[in-house]
């Protein structure tokens, strides 16, 4: 048995099914740990996610900012954007048992030495007080509330994490921290705007992985999210976007061993 864990896929089937034609993925055996961001703005966000969810628990799936942003304008809030490929889905005949799925996705994935999250945690957060935020957000996504989570969970106020935060404020700064995140100051307050390499970043702001004393630092952190910042291995660190959509690398790291697979991926965005 193997564990792969892949960056994300942003609906480029044809290059995920090759990297694992690549690693000899065998579901019956081998399991996936992928970092969200399963659709949107690749050529193929219909079959994408059928084809992860038909491998069952073989696959394990956390949820990034473009599959929320699916299910947001899917509940008939937000706007659909020029660079959006999310139209197969929303006209697709299973859409419903499609969403449905996707809601019941998690946002963080603890598993032995491992944590798994789209973007990123904020320096306060342990492990286990991680996931306890993300179960939070789970809960509602996966009730009747999902339709007015949707309608709140977009903004970037507030911008900072206070344990007092209570409705659907707490709920934002939960979602944006575990999708969003790439940089923040050493007290946890986040920005948004920076999305290239990690050089030259604002006055006070640094990634959220090299923040002094964080306290989810004791597990290997896996993430996708920040295509500029590429493939980064560190004994507690795997940064998995490789930038497929970008024309770059879709990549799996077997946690095993930590051997690198990657494919060379056509470029998908302007």
């Not at 960056?7 to 480029?12: H, R």
């Not at 809030?77 to 809601?103: P, Q, S, Y």
């Amino acid at each position: 048995m193997a564990t792969y864990a892949i960056g994300d896929i942003q609906g480029c089937l044809q290059p995920f099914q090759q990297l694992l034609d690549v690693v000899g993925f065998n579901p019956q055996r081998d399991r996936l740990w992928l970092v969200g961001d399963l659709v949107n703005r690749g050529p193929d966000s219909l079959p994408t996610l059928r084809y992860v969810r038909d491998l069952g628990d073989a696959a394990i799936t956390v949820l990034g900012n473009h599959d929320l942003h699916l299910l947001r304008v899917a509940a008939g809030f937000g706007r659909i954007h020029k660079t959006d490929t999310l139209g197969d889905v929303l006209g697709a005949a299973d859409r419903a048992d499609l969403l449905d799925w996707l809601r019941s996705r998690k946002l963080f994935h603890h598993e032995d030495e491992y944590a798994m999250v789209h973007a990123g945690l904020l320096p306060q957060w342990s492990i286990e007080h991680a996931a306890e935020l993300a179960a939070e957000v789970e809960q509602v996504l996966q009730s009747r509330r999902h339709v007015e989570l949707a309608r709140q969970m977009y903004g970037g106020q507030p911008d900072q994490w206070q344990d007092t935060l209570k409705g659907w404020d707490r709920l934002r700064v939960i979602i944006n921290a575990m999708t969003r995140l790439r940089v923040c100051t050493v007290e946890g307050r986040m920005e948004f705007h920076h999305k290239g390499e990690p050089e030259n970043l604002p006055d006070g702001f640094m990634p959220w992985f090299d923040v002094a004393g964080r306290r989810s630092a004791n597990a290997t952190m896996i993430f996708g999210h920040w295509s500029a910042l590429g493939l980064r291995i560190e004994p507690n660190l795997l940064a998995v976007d490789g930038g497929c959509l970008w024309g770059r690398q879709l990549c799996a790291v077997r946690l095993e061993d930590r051997r690198v697979f990657q494919i060379t991926c056509p470029r998908q965005a302007a």
